[in-house]
């Protein structure tokens, strides 16, 4: 069987649109991941410390 990768010439530039949609694609995921962590991790978080008053937890005293 070929090598597909054998075939791909290394002195052949991309498409500028293809480009821009994967650089497009990679800021949509880390926006999911940055949403996903504010409403998951950050949210519930900043709630617990409202309602708990900002106490610091037992065995972290100064």
Same mark, same amino acid.
């Given at each position: 069987m070929d090598n597909p990768f054998k075939k791909i010439l290394h002195n052949e530039e991309l498409p500028e649109v293809l480009k821009d949609k *994967?650089?497009?694609?990679? $800021?949509?995921?880390? /926006?999911?991941?940055?949403? #996903?962590?504010?409403?998951? *991790?950050?949210?519930?978080? $900043?709630?617990?410390? /409202?309602?708990?008053?900002? #106490?610091e937890p037992k065995g972290k005293k100064k």
């Open positions: *994967v650089l497009n694609d990679v $800021a949509m995921i880390k /926006l999911s991941i940055d949403m #996903a962590d504010l409403f998951v *991790v950050k949210y519930p978080n $900043a709630i617990v410390d /409202l309602i708990g008053g900002g #106490a």
